[in-house]
């Protein structure tokens, strides 16, 4: 079936510190991937995007590339700040069209000042 | 507008009462979705319309019953839940169905079952 698994937390950093989250896929298909944010109380909000291998996706500083030889879709950013403290998930397209995602069981990320 | 709309924010209900929640998104999207989510939990697919048809009901009992009265809204139609039933209800669309299109959701609705 399709899958994803990324490291579960909490993680915690200190401001300016390097990030890495694992995330790993099920190589079924040829999925799309993302990585999607949530803050407390709030719904998701998509962080990037890859839709073939060799895609890097990135946005405000977090960037990802989309592994096929490791089925693989780890998120990184350089110096993570306070404000990123969240709730990071991964997640895989399951097919081909509009039949939702798949998500990982999300990532908690602290910061410390 | 780039934003899913979701109300109402909060609900809380008895097992015997009827419900709906609302979602409405003006992108012009033709793919929607319902996703549930636990405390502590990733979404969990629920249903998928696609060009306001059903395509997808992930074996959702019947207590939950969607409608797509048209391209902008998707309504969850709530009766005789249970307790279990509390958690964040998201909302998602997505432009159709075309590979990799990312899914944009809304702030969700907090339903709590009494």
């Known amino acids: 079936g399709n899958s994803v698994t990324q490291m579960e937390g909490p993680v915690t950093l200190s401001e300016e510190a390097f990030l890495t989250i694992n995330c790993t896929y099920t190589a079924t298909g040829y999925p799309s991937l993302f990585w999607y944010v949530q803050y407390p109380g709030e719904g998701l909000q998509l962080l990037l995007k890859a839709t073939k291998a060799d895609d890097k996706g990135s946005n405000k500083g977090f960037e990802a590339t989309y592994r096929k030889e490791t089925t693989s879709f780890h998120l990184e950013k350089g110096s993570v700040q306070v404000s990123d403290s969240a709730v990071y998930f991964c997640?895989?397209?399951?097919?081909?069209?509009?039949?939702?995602?798949?998500f990982g069981k999300g990532t908690h990320l602290i910061i410390q000042p | 507008d780039t934003e899913v709309t979701q109300t109402p924010k909060h609900l809380v209900m008895g097992m015997t009462n009827k419900k709906s929640l609302k979602c409405e998104q003006h992108?012009?999207?033709?793919?929607m979705y319902w996703y549930k989510q636990k405390a502590k939990k990733p979404p969990e697919l629920m249903f998928v319309y696609s060009y306001e048809k059903l395509s997808i009901n992930e074996s959702v009992p019947s207590r939950f019953s969607p409608e797509c009265p048209n391209s902008s809204l998707l309504n969850l139609h709530l009766h005789a839940l249970q307790p279990e039933d509390s958690a964040l209800y998201l909302c998602a669309s997505s432009q159709d169905y075309q590979r990799g299109r990312e899914q944009f959701f809304g702030p969700g609705t907090r339903l709590t079952v009494l």
């Open positions: 992108m012009g999207h033709r793919a």
């Open positions: 997640a895989r397209t399951r097919g081909g069209g509009a039949d939702g995602l798949t």
